[in-house]
T-cell receptor
Framework: SQTIHQWPATLVQPVGSPLSLECTVE??????LYWYRQAAGRGLQLLFY??????ISSEVPQNLSASRPQDRQFILSSKKLLLSDSGFYLC???????????????FGPGTRLTVT | LAKTTQPISMDSYEGQEVNITCSHN???????ITWYQQFPSQGPRFIIQ???TKVTNEVASLFIPADRKSSTLSLPRVSLSDTAVYYC?????????FGSGTKLNVKP
């Protein structure tokens, strides 16, 4: 069966510090990968998605970046955090088209980031 | 992608059927309609997807009229554990855009 991991679970970082959040998927190959952010009481904002190694699409211009160094690894980074970067960060995956494709995304447990 | 519009919140009582309607006036030919459920501090969970007419699974039904400009998620006999936020999405080419969702509050 497939599983998705995110770490850390919680993080408190000062403004201006760097950020690295990691997401890994097990039990599948060549998934689409996604990073979302959810501010308190709000819906999910799609930040980045990737259809393959090294292929990143950015949905919202900001001080965040994403990388996919391996097929099932997705990393969210920032060089200098802002207060507005606080939120609940969720990684998700789904099957690529042609692999019994459905629009079912599978989400990780999330990382709660507080920028102080 | 087509923007979706849902009620901000709804109240219901245990045992009732709940219908949440979503408007997506600009839906394109290749777009699919999906619904997700989210509990606090968790990632959303897929409920159901459809293209047109009616789709039913073990937890919900999805009704889509012929013009596909709206859809209705039907939850039969809700319980307290169905209290959550429900998101309607229009999806194409693996791009998922979550709106603000509908907060469903189920009362005893």
């Amino acid at each position: 069966s497939q599983t998705i991991h995110q770490w850390p679970a919680t993080l408190v970082q000062p403004v201006g510090s760097p950020l690295s959040l990691e997401c890994t998927v097990e039990g599948t190959s060549n998934p689409n990968l996604y990073w979302y952010r959810q501010a308190a009481g709000r819906g999910l904002q799609l930040l980045f998605y990737s259809v393959g190694i090294g292929q990143i699409s950015s949905e919202v211009p900001q001080n965040l970046s994403a990388s996919r160094p391996q097929d099932r690894q997705f990393i969210l980074s920032s060089k200098k955090l802002l207060l507005s970067d606080s939120g609940f960060y969720l990684c998700a995956w789904n099957h690529q088209d042609g692999q019994g494709a459905s629009y079912e995304q599978y989400f990780g447990p999330g990382t709660r980031l507080t920028v102080t | 992608l087509a923007k979706t519009t849902q009620p901000i919140s709804m109240d219901s009582y245990e045992g009732q059927e709940v219908n949440i309607t979503c408007s997506h006036n600009n839906i394109a030919t290749n777009d699919y309609i999906t619904w997700y459920q989210q509990f606090p501090s968790q990632g959303p969970r897929f409920i159901i997807q459809g293209y047109k007419t009616k789709v039913t699974n073990e937890v919900a039904s999805l009704f889509i009229p012929a013009d596909r400009k709206s859809s209705t998620l039907s939850l039969p006999r809700v319980s307290l554990s169905d209290t959550a936020v429900y998101y309607c999405l229009v999806v194409n080419f693996n791009k998922f855009y979550f709106g603000s969702g509908t907060k469903l509050n189920v009362k005893p």
